[in-house]
């Protein structure tokens, strides 16, 4: 079975700087899609960025960016020009082929991040 | 507006007690699924559907059941509610369990409390 690990239950930072949110996983698979979600105090979950195992290339989504490092098993979130609407739980999410053929999104414990203004 | 409904979005219900909780998709997305969000643990997988007519165990399915009668509909049921099953619940769905990524798409959450 996968699984998720996010060892920052929480972090802050402030309002225009830089923060990263750190997120391993364990599999034997190699061909798989990693996600960040966010869940802001709305409690919808909102994607944040999507990264497929096979592309080498990092995704990056206007201020949001991953480091994966695919053989160290790492996927870790790098917030830029943090804004307070930025301050939400941020989950990350690995999707796998388990039970059969179909993929499921196996998911971290989450790391509350608050936007210091 | 296209997306998921789940209702109720709260509910205080007495152990014991059965109760359905309703999530209704018009994307007609072929795989659904239900999660409860628990702090420190996030989401965990109760029941997942791959398609119309099927459904499958998650992670924590015990005191939980579900149908998938048609593509829009799929409803949670605790037959006897209790405590533990306090919680925050998703429903959401995903267009192609096989051929897709498994990103998901989440309705806005119940959040039940069993006293």
């Known amino acids: 079975a996968q699984t998720v690990t996010q060892s920052q239950p929480e972090m802050s930072v402030q309002e225009a700087e830089t923060v990263t949110l750190s997120c391993t996983y364990d599999t034997s698979e190699n061909n798989y899609y990693l996600f960040w979600y966010k869940q802001p105090p709305s409690r919808q979950m909102i994607l944040v960025i999507r990264?497929?195992?096979?592309?080498?290339q990092n995704a990056t989504e206007n201020r949001f960016s991953v480091n994966f490092q695919k053989a160290a098993k790492s996927f870790s979130l790098k917030i830029s020009d943090s804004q307070l609407g930025d301050t939400a739980m941020y989950f990350c999410a690995f999707a796998g082929r388990s039970s059969g053929s179909a993929r499921q999104l196996t998911f971290g414990s989450g790391t509350q991040l608050t936007v210091l203004p | 507006i296209a997306g998921i409904t789940q209702a109720p979005t709260s509910q205080i219900l007495a152990a014991g007690r059965r109760m359905t909780l309703r999530c209704t998709q018009d994307m007609r997305h072929n795989a659904m699924y239900w999660y409860r969000q628990d702090l420190g643990l996030g989401l965990r997988l109760i029941h997942y559907s791959n398609t119309a007519g099927t459904t499958g165990k998650g992670e924590v399915p015990d005191g939980y059941s579900v149908s998938r009668a048609n593509t829009d509909d799929f409803p949670l049921t605790l037959a006897s509610a209790v405590p533990s099953q306090t919680s925050v619940y998703f429903c959401a769905s995903s267009e192609q369990p096989v051929k897709g990524t498994g990103e998901l798409f989440f309705g806005e959450g119940s959040r039940l409390t069993v006293l």
């Open positions: 990264q497929e195992a096979y592309k080498q």
